[in-house]
């Protein structure tokens, strides 16, 4: 799977945007880009994925450049419960392929919302 | 029911011990998964479940043992452990993976393990 790069840490005011940057520049035409987040003392929680166009849910948008080297998760308005730490995880798209089966997390962005 | 079931939530075993660690879905999946997570470090891949066939092993010493009795349980035997076996152990599950379409994990709250 391809690697991953993360800020180290990130802080966003409540009820503002957080904008979390990832970069995957050695990313292959048949892997997704996956977000997890992990609350303190829970277990990992999956967010959003995408291949290459933008996407959204009722938690997240993931926006994916057009050359797909770097994407960007939104929290569109940040709260306290979003305080968490945020893996980006380049999965290929194969399910039956050992490699889809694994997630490989990365060290991950700490992002802590402030009151 | 999107809940993945893990059993205990804290345990504390001698080196000389024998434990398991149980895991549970309701949720029809058929792939299941068990991860190590050290503290302040991100979860690590153990061993892949598919089908209750084991699909991936990532070179796990053998004081580890995983069982899939059927497609809704997952146990991880644990013995003669070291102290640095201590971590959080994570299960998790997926819908499938035969059919082509890639599918999200659901983990679980994880076990908490001590090896005094």
């Known amino acids: 799977d391809a690697k991953t790069t993360q800020p180290t840490s990130m802080d966003c005011a409540e009820g503002r945007a957080a904008n979390l940057p990832c970069n995957h520049s050695?990313?292959?035409?048949?892997?997704?880009v996956y977000w997890y987040r992990q609350i303190h003392s829970q277990g990992p929680q999956y967010i959003i994925h995408?291949?290459?166009n933008n996407e959204t849910n009722e938690m997240a948008s993931l926006i994916i450049t057009e050359d797909r080297k770097s994407s960007t998760l939104i929290l569109p308005h940040a709260t306290l419960r979003d305080t968490a730490v945020y893996y980006c995880i380049v999965r290929v798209a194969q399910s039956s392929s050992q490699g889809a089966q694994k997630l490989v997390f990365g060290q991950g962005t700490r992002l802590t919302i402030n009151p | 029911d999107t809940e993945v079931t893990q059993t205990p939530k804290h345990l504390v075993m001698g080196m000389t011990n024998k434990k398991s660690l149980k895991c549970e879905q309701h949720?029809?999946?058929?792939?299941m998964y068990w991860y190590k997570q050290k503290a302040k470090k991100p979860p690590e891949l153990m061993f892949v479940?598919?089908?209750?066939?084991?699909?991936i092993n990532e070179s796990v010493p053998s004081r580890f043992s995983p069982e899939c009795p059927n497609s809704s349980l997952l146990n991880l035997h644990l013995h003669a452990l070291q102290p640095e076996d201590s971590a959080l152990y994570l299960c998790?599950?997926?819908?499938?993976?035969?059919?082509?379409?890639?599918?999200?994990?659901?983990f679980g709250p994880g076990t908490r393990l001590t090896v005094t």
């Open positions: 998790a599950s997926s819908q499938d993976l035969s059919t082509g379409i890639l599918y999200e994990q659901y």
């Open positions: 949720m029809g999946h058929r792939a």
């Open positions: 050695t990313i292959s035409g048949n892997e997704y």
């Open positions: 995408g291949l290459k």
């Open positions: 479940y598919s089908y209750e066939k084991l699909s």
